[in-house]
């Protein structure tokens, strides 16, 4: 069977051929081949269609569903339920082994055929995400097995989404730090652990492997509650011979500075038989009470410390000259800047106005820029801009200055002219 192959699956031959009208209106190149539920199973070992679509009458138990779910290179060719009635508990069913989407018999041919095409378009966006899975597969960045990132690239990736998620300020982006222990005697199941943890979280969370038999997961949109879901449903799924440790917090600091902190609480919680904990309070005193290492050994206090002697090289003079010049243009405002480890802050102020330009740099890769004009204690314009150390420079720092300078220029000659108006009065 090729691969661009419709299977329709069905015991009754005469619904099959009755589906099979019903799409013909495809192009005539297209291969429908319509087999019973035991024939499936054996075609489906040694050969992938690109959409299959699934007839159940009543008496049809639809199990069948996450058997073809559990061959091999299956899990991305979209199958479609079709019944001739609703039917609640065959749906969920369905939908929880893996369906795609649920057609009525009785449905328009127009209605089909469309419902068909979109999910024959799923089927090529799913090739063409298999194509970019064999090139990670390759470069060892994701597992063949399960598709989770894999434990020597893991800190790489993770760092990226963390300075992602901080650069869009995601408050309710969780990082999770899982180690999987064996209870009693028994021993663990690494494979189903991590089967689990590929399947649990939704689509767009993301998984990986972690060092000391642990993983890794980033939730989106989760926040507290999201993951303590998440972490319960992960247990019940290993069952009672596994004992899912978990330590948890809201991304807030860079990936290393929370790995360190959830290993640490880990161990700890090992050592209590404490299960499950989540953090709400990451602060600087503990994360420097900690040792943090990179995936190569090096110390992570020393990469932040470099970070912050080359950012301060660049930020320091700039900031410095841009003060003095604007004092000499604007001799009446509060002209001041600092810079610390978290951020860096050049402000100028004359009675109720302020410009403003904030770096944060909570990753220590990227620098997030946040410029504010404030007018009466309200925003009343602000930009955010992104840079990688390696190319933010004192031209740009300059340059970005001088933007934020000239608007705060405009409003203060705009209110000056308000002033003389009314003086005049």
């Known amino acids: 069977m090729i691969n661009d192959t419709i299977l329709i699956i069905t015991n009754n031959k005469e619904k099959g051929s009755q ?8 192009r005539e190149n297209d291969i429908i081949k319509t087999v019973s539920y035991i024939e499936c199973i054996s075609i489906l070992s040694t ?5 299959m679509l699934l007839y159940s009458e009543e008496s049809d138990s639809i199990e069948i569903i996450k058997e073809i779910r559990e061959i091999k290179n299956l899990d991305n060719v979209p199958i479609i339920l079709i019944t001739d009635k609703i039917n609640e508990e065959k749906l969920f069913y369905g939908f929880d082994n893996g369906i795609d989407d649920f057609l009525f018999l009785n449905e328009k041919d127009s209605i089909i055929l469309m419902r068909i095409l979109l999910a024959i378009q799923k089927s090529i ?3 063409q995400i298999e194509m970019k899975q064999d090139i990670l597969i390759t470069d060892n960045i994701i597992d063949k097995e399960t598709g989770l990132y894999t434990k020597e690239k893991a800190a790489t990736v993770f760092r990226k989404y963390f300075s992602k998620s901080m650069e869009e300020d995601k408050t309710d982006t969780v990082f999770v ?3 999987p222990v064996a209870s009693g005697n028994t021993l663990l199941n690494n494979k189903k652990i991590s089967n689990i943890i590929k399947a649990i979280p939704r689509g767009n969370d993301i998984g990986a492997y972690a060092k000391e038999s642990g993983y890794y997961l980033i939730l989106f949109n989760a926040g507290e509650a999201g ?3 998440v972490v319960n449903r992960i247990q019940k799924e290993a069952g009672e011979n596994c004992i899912i440790y978990a330590a948890a917090a809201e991304i807030r600091v860079s ?6 902190i959830l290993n640490r609480s880990l161990k700890e919680q090992i050592e209590n038989e404490e299960p499950y904990k989540f953090i709400n309070d990451i602060n600087l005193k503990e994360i420097n009470s900690v040792e943090i290492t990179n995936e190569d050994g090096k110390s992570f206090q020393a990469f932040k410390t470099d970070f912050l002697n080359n950012f301060e090289k660049i930020a320091a003079p700039v900031f410095y000259e841009k003060q003095n010049t604007a004092k000499e243009k604007y001799p009446q405002a509060l002209i001041s800047y600092y810079i610390n480890e978290t951020e860096s802050i050049f402000s100028i102020k004359q009675n109720k106005q302020k410009g403003e330009l904030k770096i944060t740099y909570p990753s220590y890769l990227k620098v997030i820029i946040d410029i504010k004009q404030i007018k009466e204690e309200r925003i009343t314009d602000i930009k955010r801009l992104t840079y990688d150390i390696e190319e933010f420079s004192q031209e740009t720092l300059n340059m970005l200055l001088d933007d934020m300078i000239n608007e705060y220029s405009k409003d203060i000659s705009y209110i000056s ?3 003389d108006q009314t003086d005049d009065l």
Request: hydrophobic residues 40%; positive net charge.
């Open 19 to 26: 589906i099979s009208s019903k799409i013909k209106l495809l």
């Open 47 to 51: 050969n992938k269609p690109s959409l």
């Open 125 to 127: 966006l799913y090739k």
């Open 177 to 179: 730090y899982i180690k």
């Open 227 to 229: 993951a303590n879901s």
């Open 255 to 260: 990936f290393e500075e929370l790995e360190a």
């Open 417 to 419: 002219i308000q002033e």
